[in-house]
């Protein structure tokens, strides 16, 4: 059952539950993929950002989307990383949000994606929105609507 509070939990605005751009890695589009396939692999993200020197979003790279592209007939040609750049090889086609979506927004196109990149209205990149962050958020909710009850 959804209580008179977890609704008011589905209308809160998300500023509050972003991670900000400055703690969120991500490549710029000139990046080549070795660059991009490096700090992948650092971070242990499976996908990442990219973004323009202004920090407008571009699209989103992934180790998948660099070893597609390396992959020959028999064998990754690994000695193209270096050459080829992020802005060929990322994905366009992905959801945002907005800075000034709710809850419930984020909820709806998280259950499909690991997270969501959050973006102002000039498209410049705020941060990201997780699954992690709104089931945490969920769970407290949940167990708090429990132990009142």
Not at 1 to 24: A, Q
Not at 31 to 59: C, K, Q, W
Request: glycine share 4%; hydrophobic share 40%; charged share 25%.
């Amino acid at each position: 059952m959804i209580s008179l509070s977890s609704k008011e939990l589905l209308e809160t605005s998300i500023k509050e539950y972003i991670i900000p751009s400055e703690k969120v890695a991500h490549v710029q589009v000139g990046n080549s993929l070795e660059h991009a396939l490096l700090l992948l692999t650092r971070s242990g993200y499976s996908s990442i950002p990219v973004l323009d020197p202004s920090f407008r979003l571009h699209g989103l790279i992934s180790s998948r989307l660099i070893t597609d592209n390396i992959l020959g007939l028999e064998r990754f040609e690994f000695e193209n990383l270096e050459e080829r750049k992020v802005e060929n090889v990322m994905s366009t086609d992905f959801s945002t949000i907005s800075i000034d979506s709710t809850f419930k927004e984020a909820f709806n196109l998280l259950i499909d994606q690991p997270f969501l990149c959050v973006v102002s209205s000039e498209g410049h990149f705020e941060g990201i929105m997780t699954r992690r962050v709104v089931l945490k958020e969920l769970k407290k909710h949940i167990y708090q609507m429990i132990h009142s009850g």
